[in-house]
């Protein structure tokens, strides 16, 4: 199947501070990425749609502000948590659209991101 | 958008052959559906994926009746290392800007010895 990679894989961080994850598809092209957050035993839950060129979509209560979204070429999204917080604490695993009839979705390994 | 409903939890032993179901009422005509294995702190993995009618690769099956309302994930002969929580998931991805992936609660296995 095809690769997505996600770094850095694990971030310790100060409160109020700035954290970029990287996201790359390795052997195929996105034109469309997705977002995830989870928390502890529970599902993802979609943050934002990436698509390349243009704005992100986000989802119904993601901050656009805090949670900022690059999609600059085919291979690389980048998410930016502005100012982030404890409870901005969180996995946080991206995905990239591959080709074929079902469009299917291969993830990443994800981010731990522990806000102190 | 097609919503999911798959049973919260499920036991088994090695070597036995597991079938997990996934209701999906209002699939719409061009949705396929997928399934995913995540193990903890790590990034789902793509199992198999199917339209309709039955798919087979390497590590499982995936049964889907005419009406598509639902599907069935089989795994032959688990081991310990199957051990994780298994989603399903429906949409069509080449629907543009109008696919939005919504994971459900998914299936938590658990394979004993």
């Known amino acids: 199947g095809a690769v997505v990679s996600q770094h850095p894989s694990w971030v310790i961080c100060k409160s109020g501070t700035s954290v970029k994850i990287e996201c790359r598809s390795l052997d195929f092209q996105a034109t469309t990425m997705f977002w995830y957050r989870q928390f502890p035993k529970q599902s993802l839950m979609l943050m934002a749609t990436?698509?390349?060129?243009?704005?992100?979509?986000?989802e119904q209560g993601v901050e656009k502000d805090k949670f900022l979204i690059n999609h600059a070429s085919l291979t690389l999204s980048t998410l930016t948590v502005t100012s982030a917080h404890p409870e901005d604490s969180s996995f946080y695993i991206c995905s990239g659209l591959a080709g074929g009839p079902g469009e299917t979705q291969y993830f990443g390994p994800g981010t731990r991101l522990l806000v102190l | 958008l097609a919503k999911t409903t798959q049973p919260i939890s499920m036991d088994s032993y090695e070597g036995q052959e597991v079938n997990i179901t996934c209701s999906h009422n209002?699939?719409?005509?061009?949705?396929?559906i997928t399934w995913y294995q995540q193990f903890p702190s790590q990034g789902p993995r793509f199992i198999i994926q199917?339209?309709?009618t039955k798919v087979t690769n390497e590590v499982a099956s995936l049964f889907i009746p005419a009406d598509r309302k639902s599907s069935t994930l089989s795994l032959p002969r688990v081991s310990l290392s199957d051990t994780a929580v298994y989603y399903c998931?429906?949409?069509?991805?080449?629907?543009?800007?109008?696919?939005?992936?919504?994971f459900g609660r998914g299936t938590s296995l658990i394979v004993h010895p």
């Open positions: 199917g339209y309709k």
């Open positions: 209002n699939i719409a005509t061009n949705d396929y």
């Open positions: 990436s698509n390349e060129g243009s704005k992100a979509t986000y």
């Open positions: 998931l429906v949409g069509d991805g080449a629907s543009g800007g109008s696919y939005i992936p919504t």
